[in-house]
């Protein structure tokens, strides 16, 4: 049960390595150094794409979001709402998500395969074990 190594013991989501294929903030975000205004957030640049990041910035000052700030000067909260969103703007799982949802076009299976890595897992956070041990039956 306390080791990975086991299927009684690796995490179901993973299976016990630790790392998962999905959206790679990296790859997502590669210049950390420019603002959303500049397009820190690569995958939102483009004339169609760009309609996300529009929504951003024209609704920032109704919550306080500093577009103009780099984006590694951001707190972890800031930095959050660019992947969550909020009522006044759709945040990059959104994104991704519509991506997915019209895969069936071909530039969009091309987008969400630029972005795609090995990412850590969601559930373990790497640990690469489940969260609980559950109860022996």
Known sequence: MF????????CPTCEGYGK?????????IPNKSLSVYQDAVACWK???????????IYSAE???FPIHKPFYELTDAQRFLVWTGNKYFKGLNQF???L?????????RVMLSRYRG??????????????????LK
């Open 100 to 108: 997915e949802e019209n895969s069936y076009k071909i530039q969009y």
């Open 118 to 135: 090995k990412t850590t897992c969601p559930e373990c956070k790497g640990s690469r074990l489940k969260k609980e041990p559950g109860m």
């Open 96 to 98: 991704f998500k519509y």
């Open 20 to 28: 998962v294929i999905g959206i790679d903030e990296d790859l997502v």
């Open 62 to 64: 109704k919550f306080n």
């Open 3 to 10: 080791s990975f190594n086991n299927p009684v013991g690796a």
């Open 46 to 56: 483009g004339e169609k794409m760009s309609e996300w990041k529009d929504e951003l």
